[in-house]
């Protein structure tokens, strides 16, 4: 039982920033990786900017190319703006 609650705090623990970010509607965190993707997506799709930026990811720096990388040559993948990218996103 005692497991549960380490298991459960330790959950609760890494969710923190996230359930933080909905309470207090944090504005989203733009690296640099990622300001070229978002400043060029701001004019092109300004739709799919305003979903991240309300997301959980981009409170907590989750940004484009965290989800959007891949391998070069991978399924699906291709050159953008010097990046490897794929609009799938995979766990990896």
Known sequence: MKRVFILAGLFAFSLSPVLRAAEEKLEPIITER????VDCHRKLSPVLVMEWEQSKHAVVGIGCVDCHKAKEGGLG???HEGVAISALVTPK
Not at 34 to 37: A, H, R, S, T, W
């Open 34 to 37: 990622d300001k070229g993707c």
């Open 77 to 79: 993948a291709w050159k």
